[in-house]
């Protein structure tokens, strides 16, 4: 007999060679009383039979092993030959015969008929999207299936798949199941453990029609998480709009049917269902002793369980001991939610430097990303420096700030002689390594314009998918490079700032560093974002001059009008145009390359024109701003002169040309690394735009929410354009949802093992404490501002609170009172520009967007690194006054 029904099949050892790994896991179902749709299995002595029969074992094996030595393009050929001989040979009338009667006993009008590989499903190797499957087929038609099955292991993307599994010399054989076809009302996907972020969270996707319509990316699904604990409860929801529904038709084909306009933004299936398929995912993931990944099918108010494989993707964690994970800094360089591409390709850029540094092994984890966020691997760092200064009680944050695991940490104290010893040689060593650095990393640096422009040249010639992919790999390794380079280079000059503001606290006892701050700030425009202030105040005084135009400009209620009101004043026009062409590769949160740049989408700027045209030059001038600098500066020296030795103020002189000029290179090679993200993100859309002709990608811009790992497997053919296409659907849901948490600073693996790290804040507090970053106190209303899309609320006169800046946020600074963050340090950009524009500024004040509401008056004290919640009286007019 070459078929048996799903009941059948009882040699439990050898039911994977027999029968194929899918019909195995069906079989093991049926057998188990999960609902799955009845179904009879033709096993492989039916294929081994069927090319004896024909003469054709000889000639597929040696096509085949030819192949194995071959890379994919050559094997097209072979694919191709091997379809051929399949397809034209012909099925014995027995077995056919055979096939028929089983037909008849499933007692239906249409099967679906799927392949089930020797090789397939096994917990190293899931072949979904490599073999065929095919729907709604009448019973004249199977026949013709069951060949484009066989054959099916033979195409491109198979025996690709197979080299890379290391599977290409074993002995793969096939076998098709046909099952009873569910005209299934609902349908989708379920995870018993989450597909990327490996939480121990059962994840559903649910759309309307068949699920083939899911699986192949067509629409967006409904996705439900549903924690494992019992009693069984749903956590989250996401819900989609979906306007069209791929349904059988009575003649055997599918067909795609628009959905009533007010079934399409509702819940695709009940809570009830939801809690049904999610107990279903528990049954197997005990029945499979493994995460599974499960198809699934809703008819006539019955949940059936179309297919169960191992989830293969999820990466196993190299120990099984726990670490602690930390976004300090992170958080600030890369803050908020970010999609897959620029996450991986971040993690790729940083991970092989950190390792360098801290001297990790490949096989600990070093950095990752969690829900979208950063997070590296503080157990392993701090882990590091204790073999170093030899104590037990290091605290990472103690150096790099964020929240503090070990507060009570004194590592000066408790840091032994031998200690001292190993931290003054590491330190030796690094700055050795860092001075040779610098001296490459100062002509490198310089060449970078050129190389982006010759990027972007390669770029606008090239038009193969496979001329991009080369281009991108391309610059990632100047990147990489480039990166190297400036963390091992500027640890060097930044030393010498480190030195500055710690002899300023030892010898004048400026413990909250208002004198080292002081004396860093001069308000002069080396700084390019500094000058950015000044260039873009002198347009919005240009056009100031016209009255004509300034009533126009702030009229303009579009970036097409604003631009228009500016073209038809040409010296005026010239100057932003030049403004654009320098800083045009910047934009808020520049280093997500997602995100659009200004010389892409100029509304951030034109809006902070606005806000420039109706602020007080008296007040707000940043030539104002250098002056009353360049005098605290001169204060805070004579100071100096009159209280301490002259030795000591011959070395602090010394040494703050170095500690300023450090600053200057930190963001001059920080500016550079973001000029190479322009062309970076521009080949990622032009890869995009050419998967979107291929219909693979709804939108260019679809191309975020993949891997740089997941482009190369489809570009080498081993993902299927579906299975890609079903990523992108999936990580875009997921991006929404992550887009709504709060993340804790530092979270534990048992946490995420568990799904159950806290992303609620703190009890209001009057009193906030942060990091004193710049001198000065200002007291004015808040505004709260958690997105770029939400900067152009902030008014002159108020206080800026959000999570991080950047240089993008730079035009903002001309107009506020003061600045706080969650996030940051003394070198942080915010810091920074705060120093240089006398800001007052407290940063890394843990969840002060959460506790301080807009509206609110709060008291900035940047000498002391202390914020205020004075009242919750909301003002209209966001009036401060700034006290230094």
């Not at 081994?48 to 074992?57: D, I, P």
């Not at 969690?370 to 590296?376: A, D, Q, R, S, T």
């Not at 806290?758 to 990091?771: N, R, V």
């Amino acid at each position: 007999m070459f078929t048996k029904n799903f009941t059948q099949v009882t040699q439990a050892k050898n039911k994977i060679a027999i029968v194929g790994g899918k019909a195995a896991s069906l079989v093991t179902m049926t057998q188990n009383n999960i609902p799955v749709p009845n179904g009879f299995v033709i096993d492989t002595t039916a294929f081994e039979h069927f090319l004896a029969y024909n003469q054709l074992t000889q000639k597929i094996e040696t096509l085949t092993r030819s192949a194995s030595n071959k890379n994919s393009s050559p094997m097209a050929p072979v694919a191709k030959q091997i379809h051929g001989l399949i397809m034209h040979a012909t099925v014995p009338q027995k077995m056919q015969q055979e096939i028929f009667t089983q037909f008849e006993l499933l007692h239906t009008q249409r099967v679906s008929v799927r392949s089930s590989a020797t090789a397939e499903d096994s917990s190293q190797s899931a072949w979904a999207g490599q073999l065929e499957s095919f729907l709604n087929i009448p019973r004249a038609d199977v026949i013709t299936q069951v060949k484009k099955c066989w054959a099916s292991l033979f195409t491109i993307r198979a025996l690709t798949y197979r080299l890379q599994k290391n599977v290409s010399k074993q002995p793969i054989a096939i076998a098709v199941i046909v099952q009873k076809m569910i005209p299934s009302a609902a349908s989708g996907i379920a995870f018993s453990m989450h597909p990327t972020t490996n939480a121990q969270t059962i994840m559903i996707e649910a759309g309307l029609g068949l699920g083939e319509a899911l699986v192949s990316g067509r629409i967006s699904p409904d996705t439900y998480t549903v924690t494992k604990k019992q009693p069984l409860r749903i956590s989250g929801k996401n819900i989609s709009t979906q306007q069209k529904a791929l349904h059988c038709l009575a003649k055997g084909k599918t067909v795609w049917k628009t959905i009533n306009k007010k079934h399409q933004k509702k819940q695709k299936i009940e809570d009830t269902d939801i809690l049904s398929i999610a107990q279903l995912v528990i049954q197997l993931e005990k029945l499979f002793s493994c995460a599974v990944d499960v198809e699934w099918a809703k008819q006539s108010g019955k949940i059936y369980i179309l297919q169960c494989r191992p989830i293969t993707t999820t990466e196993q964690p190299a120990t099984s001991r726990s670490y602690t994970w930390s976004n300090a800094n992170t958080a600030e360089v890369l803050p908020g939610t970010n999609p897959p591409l620029v996450s991986s390709t971040m993690l790729s850029i940083v991970d092989p430097v950190l390792r360098a540094i801290f001297h990790i092994p490949k096989k600990i984890p070093m950095l990752r990303e969690i829900k979208g966020h950063l997070y590296f691997n503080m157990s392993v760092i701090e882990e590091s420096f204790t073999k170093i200064v030899k104590t037990k009680d290091f605290s990472v944050t103690k150096f790099i700030g964020g929240t503090d695991t070990n507060p009570n940490a004194n590592v000066l104290k408790r840091i032994t002689p031998r200690g001292i010893c190993n931290m003054a040689l590491f330190s030796m060593s690094m700055l050795l390594r860092s001075l040779y650095a610098h001296r490459l990393l100062k002509k490198e640096v310089c060449l970078v314009k050129k190389q982006t422009a010759r990027f972007h040249t390669q770029i606008a010639s090239a038009t193969q998918l496979h001329e991009l992919l080369n281009i991108q790999q391309n610059i990632l390794v100047y990147i990489n490079k480039n990166f190297r380079l400036a963390i091992l280079g500027l640890l060097y000059p930044l030393s010498y700032y480190f030195l500055f503001t710690t002899l300023c606290k030892k010898w004048c006892k400026d413990d909250k560093s208002n004198l080292a701050h002081a004396l860093l700030a001069d308000g002069k425009t080396k700084l390019q974002f500094i000058q950015a202030f000044h260039d873009l105040w002198n347009i919005s005084r240009a056009i100031k001059r016209s009255k004509t135009l300034a009533s126009r400009f702030l009229q303009s209620k579009t970036t097409a009008e604003a631009e228009n009101a500016l073209s038809a004043f040409p010296q005026t026009h010239k100057l932003y145009t030049l403004f654009l062409k320098k800083y045009g590769y910047r934009t808020v949160k520049e280093l997500d390359f997602s995100l659009p740049r200004w010389q892409e989408d100029p509304s951030f700027i034109l809006s902070m024109l606005k806000t420039y045209l109706q602020s007080s030059p008296k007040r707000y001038a940043p030539t104002n701003k250098a002056r009353y600098l360049r005098k605290q500066q001169r204060v805070a020296l004579r100071f100096l002169e009159q209280s301490m030795p002259r030795w000591k103020l011959v070395i602090l002189k010394k040494i703050l040309p170095v500690a300023k000029q450090a600053q200057y290179e930190r963001e001059f090679a920080k500016a550079e690394f973001v000029r190479l993200l322009v062309p970076l993100r521009e080949v990622f859309l032009r890869i995009g735009t050419v998967l979107h002709k291929k219909h693979i990608l709804h939108n260019p811009h679809d191309i975020f929410f993949c891997t740089n790992a997941e482009i190369q497997a489809l570009n080498l053919q081993t993902i299927s354009s579906a299975d890609f296409s079903k990523i992108i659907s999936a990580r875009k849901n997921e991006y929404k949802t992550n887009t709504r948490l709060r993340l804790p600073a530092v979270i534990t693996d048992q946490e995420l093992h568990d799904n159950n790290f806290s992303t609620t804040t703190e009890k209001i507090k009057q009193e906030l404490k942060g990091i004193a970053v710049s001198h000065g106190i200002a007291q004015g209303a808040a505004r709260v501002i958690r997105s770029v899309t939400e900067i152009h609320l902030v008014k002159p006169g108020e206080i800026l609170v959000t999570d991080h800046t950047d240089p993008g946020w730079t035009p903002v600074f001309v107009t506020i009172a003061g600045l706080v963050t969650n996030t940051g340090g003394l070198l942080s950009h915010a810091a920074i520009v705060a120093r240089e524009y006398g800001l007052p500024a407290v940063v890394n004040v843990s969840g002060a967007t959460e506790q301080i509401h807009t509206g609110q008056i709060i008291r900035v004290d940047s000498n002391t690194g202390i914020v205020n919640i004075i009242n919750k009286i909301k003002t209209k007019t966001g009036l401060s006054q700034n006290k230094n």
